[in-house]
């Protein structure tokens, strides 16, 4: 079993592409997206055409990718909603954030549908590898940011200004005992920090990072930070390729290359420079 992971990809159109197509080349039986998939002030409608599109047998594709002038994806992919589709779905337009209510002023009725068919990321289902266990074997777990929450950050601790790995403890108990004893494998997103970390027990938990945005800041508080940013330094697309080998997953953290200065030029235009300079270099701009 051999599957893609990815999260965040914010409407970050070519970043999309970019890693679909490296996708592509590596044997991957599975495409698992964990969410935050449309937000942001990029091309969030063309985004969700993009996904929408069945997938091609791979004897077709050359022929499709030759009429639509685009990567075609030749592989299933699964789908879990992050906050940001709870935010743009549920939330009154006038609560909603200004990239949300952005997003959402864009996405027609049908966008908004698919949006809503994507799984819950606290269904416990997804907890107890028991949502597809026909696609991904029943010893893989799945949530957005952690089990208990779309919001939480399960791999990292804000710190003053800064987002540090957790310890394992911290992890163990944002789990909250909702990972069974049988799960091998926990995909989370949210945070868009590419990570891994095996606890004692043996679980392998994956982070793919982020497709389409590799730096924000959040004021959100936290115990020990009323404001942090996530930097990843690198303006490259980033997924997951894991693998099961010998009754063990191992993961292979990815970093794509892609023409970010066309979704950067993008976010200037819609007067998000907050953006712009992330997409341009992986960092957030100081004052």
Same mark, same amino acid.
């Given at each position: ?35 935050? !998939? ?8 063309? !985004? ?59 996405? !027609? ?57 957790? !310890? ?120």
């Amino acid at each position: 079993m051999r599957l893609a992971l990815v999260s965040d990809i914010h409407g970050n159109l070519a970043a999309l592409e970019a890693v679909m197509q490296d996708i592509e080349r590596r044997q991957v039986h599975q495409v698992v997206n964990l969410g935050d !998939t449309l937000s942001g002030p990029l091309l969030p409608v063309e !985004t969700a055409q993009r996904l929408r599109r069945p997938a091609v047998p791979k004897a077709l594709s050359p022929a499709v990718r030759s009429t639509e002038g685009s990567p075609v994806s030749t592989l299933p992919w699964l789908h879990v909603a992050g906050n940001h589709e709870r935010q743009v779905l549920r939330l009154p337009l006038p609560r909603q954030s200004p990239t949300d209510a952005y997003t959402s002023s864009q996405l !027609t009725d049908a966008d908004k549908a698919w949006l809503a068919s994507h799984a819950d990321p606290c269904d416990p289902r997804l907890h107890q590898g028991a949502m597809w266990p026909d696609r991904l074997g029943s010893d893989v777990a799945l949530c957005h940011g952690s089990p208990r929450s779309d919001i939480e950050y399960l791999l990292e601790t804000p710190v003053g200004e800064e987002a540090r790995l957790a !310890t394992s403890a911290d992890i163990e108990e944002r789990l909250d005992g909702r990972i069974p004893p049988h799960i091998g494998l926990l995909v989370c997103g949210h945070t868009h920090v590419p990570r891994s970390v095996r606890l004692g027990r043996g679980l392998l938990i994956v982070n793919p990072g982020s497709v389409g945005l590799p730096a924000y800041d959040d004021d959100h508080p936290y115990p020990l930070s009323s404001y942090h940013r996530i930097e990843n330094g690198s303006p490259d697309a980033r997924y997951a390729v894991v693998e099961k080998r010998n009754g063990r997953w191992i993961c292979d953290l990815i970093s794509v290359p892609y023409d970010h200065e066309s979704m950067a030029l993008l976010a200037d235009q819609r007067n998000r420079p907050d953006w712009a300079f992330a997409l341009r270099t992986g960092y957030m701009p100081r004052c």
